[in-house]
Each structure stands twice: as structure tokens, then as C-alpha cells.
């Protein structure tokens, strides 16, 4: 009998990371942490065999605490998966839309929920996340106490859905990294493939325009660059980047190499295949 994989995520039971495991990895138990640093470390420890952690919302921008903590945790990104992001208004069994005061979620969700909040006239509460409001509401029983959450949670706490697809974009979509112990490469040219690497530049003029010169001249393509402080150090400045393709791949080595030279730190923390997602995305914008 084959062992269930075990995969970690940030939250409660409901949350969009639970419904991202469940469609990415049917088969497999879900573990739900309190913060992402319990998450890492139930991988790193053996607790999990892998994690499902949000990197970047189309709506929220980048999840911020992932950035500062993937460099340091050791992990590798064997996977990513794309969630189009549906956010149902839910109230405890029998509630009504008119005796609603009170809406709690996450900050994203309820940002992401502005036009339904505003046009019922209720009051917003942030709270940690999407299912634990559902849990929390469920637990009140107050019928006029609503939540924010994924369809999932209304089914695991027992409420009722009084709004469906409340969000105010309909491209709202979530990307997922899947987070394991030991790296997974991929073999060169099987398939659209993504490569994430962390860098710091060497302390001399315009060394990011020439440690990234190397990827324009040699034709890769880099779909992603965010820059973070280290330890809250404003004058030590670390990068992630996302770039198509396989470090084996010629063009690929060369602005790897020409970026070594002009960085005191690289790290390659994942090769993966490109989610479908992306590859549709890029297809039908001409890439």
C-alpha cells in the first residue's frame, strides 16, 4: 500500500490552499499549519512531505513573509499551481442577507470584496484568514455575523452561502509554489520549464543593470524580479526572479554564469515545469 503524501499549508482547514492541495494532490492528506514558518518547518523536520504556499495574488501582488522566508528555510520548489480565487459570502445556517451587520475575513479577501461590502452596508473585520473566519462564525452562530471564505469552508463548518462569487475581479487567481526537502529538476526539454533563483549583486555602479544584461543578450526570457531587504537592512538588497527554461540550456548557462559574476551570493532554489496556466496565459499574449 502506497503512503499518502502529507503536504503542509498556512491556515485552517477551507482555506484556498487547502482547495489548491486537494485539486493538485487528490490523494493526499493535507496538514494545516498556523503560520508559514510552521508550515517550512513541518517539511523541513519530515512532518510533511511537501508544502503548497501562495508566492503571488493578480490582485494582492506578492504574498511579502514567502520572499524573506524560502531563501533562508532551505527548501526547494519542485511544482507550482495556479487557483483562480472564488470568494463566497456565508453566514450560519438560516441567516439572511438583510440582518447581516458585521463581514470578517483577511484583509485580501475583504479588499478583494469591496463592492458587495459597500452595497450591503456591512461592517468589515479583518481577522487571520479565510477559513478561520468561516470556523469563527460557525462556532458564534450569530446570524448576523457573515464570512468571507472558499466554497470548501462553508461545507466543512455547516454554513449556508448567502452571496456566490463575491469578488470584485474575475481574474482574481492565486500562484502556489510546492515546497519539498530536496530539489527535482526536471529534464532538460521536457516541457515548458521555469527556473527561480535568489542573488545578490556585488556592491559596485549599476552592477543589477550588468548581472541582468546577461539574460537580454541572451535571449531569456524573465517573468519575474522582485528585490526585498535582508534583516531589515536597507542597504543589503536580495532578489528572486523567475525565468523560462532549464539552467542546462545553453542561453540559459551563459546569463547564469554572467550573473555569478556580479554577485556576491546565487542560489538556485527551484526547476520546475510551467503550470498549464502559464503556458495558456503566455500563448494567448503572443508569447
Known amino acids: 500500500m502506497t503512503k499518502k503524501l502529507t503536504i503542509a499549508f498556512q491556515g485552517e482547514p477551507g482555506a484556498n490552499s487547502h482547495i489548491a492541495i486537494t485539486e493538485a494532490y487528490p490523494d493526499a492528506k493535507p496538514l494545516p499549519c498556523d503560520t508559514f514558518e510552521d508550515a517550512l518547518a513541518a517539511i523541513s523536520s519530515g512532518q510533511a512531505d511537501l ?4 508566492i503571488e495574488n493578480s490582485v494582492a501582488g506578492r504574498v511579502a513573509d514567502i520572499h524573506h522566508l524560502l531563501p533562508q528555510s532551505g527548501l526547494f520548489i519542485v511544482a507550482e499551481w495556479f ?51 468561516a470556523r469563527a462564525v460557525a ?19 455547516g454554513l449556508d452561502i448567502l452571496a456566490e462569487d463575491i469578488e470584485d475581479e474575475s481574474h482574481n487567481t492565486t500562484r502556489f509554489v510546492v515546497l519539498a526537502r ?10 515548458p520549464l521555469v527556473t527561480s533563483f535568489v542573488f545578490r549583486v556585488r556592491n559596485l555602479p549599476a552592477a543589477l543593470y550588468k548581472a541582468l544584461g546577461g539574460f537580454a543578450t541572451n535571449g531569456v526570457n ?47 532554489v527551484g526547476v520546475y515545469p510551467a503550470h498549464p496556466f502559464r503556458v495558456a496565459f503566455t500563448e494567448k499574449n503572443g508569447g
Not at 51 to 54: E, F, H, K, L, Y
Not at 84 to 105: C, F
Not at 143 to 150: D, E, G, L, Q, S
Open 222 to 268: 524573465m517573468t519575474k524580479l522582485e528585490s526585498y531587504m535582508v534583516e531589515g537592512n536597507f542597504f543589503a538588497t536580495q532578489f528572486y526572479a523567475d525565468v523560462d527554461g532549464h539552467p542546462d540550456d545553453k542561453n540559459l548557462a551563459f546569463a547564469l554564469e554572467e550573473l555569478k559574476f556580479f554577485s556576491k551570493e546565487l542560489r538556485i
Open 51 to 54: 508544502g503548497m504556499i501562495p
Open 139 to 157: 462556532e458564534a452562530g450569530d446570524k448576523t455575523r457573515a464570512a468571507i471564505a472558499p466554497r470548501l469552508a462553508a461545507e466543512i463548518y
Open 182 to 191: 530536496e530539489p527535482k529538476w526536471p529534464a532538460q526539454g521536457s516541457g
Open 83 to 133: 487557483l483562480p480565487i472564488r470568494h463566497q459570502l456565508m453566514a450560519p445556517r438560516g441567516s439572511k442577507i438583510p440582518g447581516i451587520k458585521t463581514v470578517e475575513s483577511h484583509v485580501h479577501a475583504l479588499g478583494q470584496c469591496r463592492r458587495i461590502i459597500n452595497e450591503l452596508k456591512i461592517r468589515p473585520i479583518v481577522a487571520a484568514d479565510t477559513a478561520g473566519s
